[in-house]
């Protein structure tokens, strides 16, 4: 079992891929998270059988006091914007930050992620990917991926790469 967690402004999309995941259909009336929410799902990654705890932090203000407490085991992390929108990507050195403080051990030993939401409104595009991947890799995230929850584009590779990345730091006899 791998717990991930996912973070990022309100409004970027976490909820909705998590729902795209985990049902293969796109919602596009989804509620606020209110605090935090987490779900399970099982997949097979390089011939293992896994179980993600995915764990979806609200992006208000408002609820960042509570995500330090909660990133407390975590194997894995997805920063999460929309490339619609640069300012949501604002607040990206306050979320690792919180992610950090809650974490609790070495950071270098958690895969984190960058995902790009709304992949499927590229014409309305705001951020680069060379921006986003630079700012990723100079914050020593180690990944970067893009993704649609409204046409699936990428939804599973999301999981995919980080579950990969998770089971990488695992030893297994």
Not at 91 to 97: A, C, H, M, P, V
Not at 125 to 152: F, M, Q, T, W
């Amino acid at each position: 079992m791998y717990k991930v967690c996912i973070f990022g402004d309100g409004g970027v999309g976490k909820t909705t891929l998590i729902g795209r995941f985990l049902t293969g259909v796109f919602q596009s009336n989804t509620e606020i998270t209110i605090g935090v929410d987490f779900h399970i799902k099982k997949l097979n990654i390089q011939d293992k059988r896994i179980s993600l705890q995915i764990w979806d932090f609200a992006g208000e203000g408002r609820f960042r006091a509570l995500l330090p407490s909660y990133v407390l085991g975590a194997s894995g992390g997805i920063f999460m914007y929309d490339i619609t929108r640069y300012s949501s990507l604002r607040n990206f050195q306050e979320w690792l930050d919180i992610f950090k403080k809650g974490y609790k051990g070495p950071i270098k030993q958690v895969p984190i992620i960058m995902v790009g939401s709304k992949l499927d409104l590229e014409h309305k595009r705001a951020v680069s990917k060379n921006d986003a991947y630079e700012l990723a890799k100079e914050n020593g995230l180690i990944g970067y991926i893009e993704c649609s929850s409204k046409d699936g584009q990428n939804v599973e590779a999301v999981f995919t790469e980080i579950g990969r990345l998770m089971m990488k730091n695992t030893k297994f006899d």
